[in-house]
């Protein structure tokens, strides 16, 4: 999980949305969100500097040899958001959200893909 969420940001650093098919199932709607969202980086000429995630897994559930549930914590820093220039647009403040990531491992691989990702709700 920690290396799909690194080229995730690798994606958005370098405003790239192929690297997104390799960590992606061709059915996640993360997929055609990420990259929308990088078209848009483009199109607007903008730059996320600073994209960084932090990670603490909170259980892990195996279904099957090709099916595991994460749910994980994911801290982002303060991101910025710059026209190519570097003129600043705004700062996305930090934050933190709870996650339940599907992992899929596709037959005949070993890679591990991102198959759906879902808010999980804090129950007080």
């Known amino acids: 999980l920690q290396e799909i969420l690194r080229i995730r940001e690798e994606a958005y650093r370098s405003r790239s949305p192929e690297y997104l098919r390799s960590i992606y199932s061709s059915d996640c709607p993360c997929l055609v969100n990420d990259e929308r969202a990088i078209i848009e980086l483009l199109d607007h000429k903008h730059r996320w500097r600073g994209i960084s995630t932090a990670i603490e897994v909170r259980s892990v559930t195996r279904i099957n040899d090709q099916l595991w549930i994460v ?7 303060a991101l910025r958001i710059e026209k190519e220039d570097g003129r600043l647009i705004r700062i996305e403040p930090a934050g933190s959200d709870l996650f339940e990531f599907t992992l899929v491992k596709p037959r005949r691989t070993e890679q ?7 808010d999980v709700e804090v129950r007080r």
């Open 71 to 77: 749910v994980a914590l994911l801290r982002s820093k």
């Open 112 to 118: 591990w893909l991102l198959g759906l990702v879902s």
